[in-house]
């Protein structure tokens, strides 16, 4: 038989363990609790990674047992600005006219550790993100919902009442919490294939014509 390796999500995102499963892997759920705080003057990139990683090594840390471990992280950003989750609709309210009809960037980044050998991988999507420019009203319905709190940036991608995202041409599993492509590429270092048409059930599952997955799977973007 071949090497089969348990997998772990170290993530209690209900997004995440969605789009990991359209993948057809077997996998344990086991989320980690890091200190997410920002270092002084850190760039996006390096504090997604890190926080991927942290996420990653903590449960790896703990598992004890032969597995491989997977470690997400996804933020918004606006310029050189992190946009995290508003902590009430005051903070919602500003982040959405920050970003209404406009184009900012959503970061996600993936670490992957074996601890059968204690092999390390990471890996990052950056997608540009362009707001519609809804209206103070839409905005302020929205925000009644109590959805954005729990979103970084205060929106999602894929609320079907809102839909704040137009023309889209990236990575939408991005936006979503977890680029399934990038994933599949970066498993397969560590032994763990795809056993499903990933790109298919991503765009079956999310409604969305992606054009660049097979430059993904192929190392080109």
Known sequence: ????????LASNSPRRKEMLALGGWTFQVLPAEIDERPWSQEPPRQYVLRM????????????????????????????EMILGKPIDSSEARNMLIRLRNKIHQVYTAIAIINTKDDQFWTDICITDVPMRNYSDQEMEDYIATGDPLDKAGAYAIQHPGFHPVTSLSGCYATVVGLPLCHLT????????????????????????DCHISSRVLAWEY
């Open 185 to 208: 590429r970066t498993l397969a270092k560590s032994g763990v294939p795809p056993l499903t048409d990933v790109p298919g059930e991503c765009m079956k599952t999310l409604q969305y």
């Open 52 to 79: 991927a990683e942290t996420k990653a090594r903590q449960i790896a840390s703990q598992i004890g047992k032969e597995c491989v471990v997977i470690g997400a992280d996804t933020i918004v950003v606006d310029g």
């Open 1 to 8: 038989m071949g090497y089969n390796p348990a997998l772990v």
